[in-house]
Each structure stands twice: as structure tokens, then as C-alpha cells.
């Protein structure tokens, strides 16, 4: 599985911006997946998860409200909707995917990692 992040970009404090992941090389419609982000001199963090039915989806606190994790499985994409953006959301955001289907905020249970997408939030 080959995932390819899109969609980052510079924003003002306060507003959206909408996050693509595309997979190719299978179809993901039951894998779990995973969207991470890394700030300057920090450690990657987790940011929200879908399990592989999409019925399960959860948010790390600093984003639960703001974010919104989504998936079309029809064209192989997860989406992550990100609303009232803030400052400290400037980031690398990363998503990722694993065969395994229950949603899951650990980094290492995910095998499939894209190469990122910059987000700037300007205040």
C-alpha cells in the first residue's frame, strides 16, 4: 500500500483546511487508518483515527471538536477536515493505514506511512 498526503498549505488562525490521502497498490476498504502530525522540534503525535469499518473514529483531545476524520472507500481516500484552525496545529501531518481493522492511536500498529503534508496556521 503506497499513501500519498495532499492538501496542506498556509492558513490564518481560525480557519479550514481540508487534508486528502490517497492509497494505491490495494484496495483499504477494511484497513484501519491514521492521521499523525509532527511540529518542529517535537515528537510525532497522534491526531485521529478510523477503524477499518467506519464506524468507530476518535480524536486526540486537542483537536476533538475542530477535526473530522472520513473516508471514501470508493476512491481508495481518507480525508481530515480540519476546522478553527490554531496556531499550534502547524505541523508535518502524516497518515497512515494497517491491514489490522480496529482504530488505534499508536503510531507503531500502523504499517503503511505517507510522506506528509505541511500545514502552517498563521496567527
Known amino acids: 500500500v503506497q499513501l500519498q498526503a495532499s492538501g496542506g498549505g498556509l492558513v490564518q488562525a481560525g480557519g479550514s483546511l481540508r487534508l486528502s490521502c490517497a492509497a494505491s497498490?490495494?484496495?483499504?476498504?477494511?484497513?484501519?487508518m491514521g492521521w499523525f502530525r509532527q511540529a518542529p522540534g517535537k515528537e510525532r503525535e497522534f491526531v485521529a483515527a478510523?477503524?477499518?469499518?467506519?464506524?468507530?473514529?476518535f480524536y486526540a483531545d486537542s483537536v476533538n471538536g475542530r477535526f473530522t476524520i472520513s473516508r471514501d472507500n470508493a476512491k481508495s481516500t481518507v480525508y481530515l477536515q480540519m476546522n478553527s484552525l490554531k496556531p499550534e496545529d502547524t505541523a508535518v501531518y502524516y497518515c497512515?493505514?494497517?491491514?489490522?481493522?480496529?482504530?488505534?492511536?499508536?503510531?507503531?500498529?500502523?504499517?503503511?506511512w505517507g510522506q506528509g503534508t505541511e500545514v502552517t496556521v498563521s496567527s
Open positions: 497512515a493505514a494497517d491491514i489490522r481493522g480496529w482504530s488505534t492511536s499508536r503510531a507503531y500498529e500502523y504499517h503503511y
Open positions: 497498490g490495494r484496495t483499504i476498504s477494511s484497513y484501519r
Open positions: 478510523m477503524s477499518g469499518s467506519g464506524s468507530s473514529t
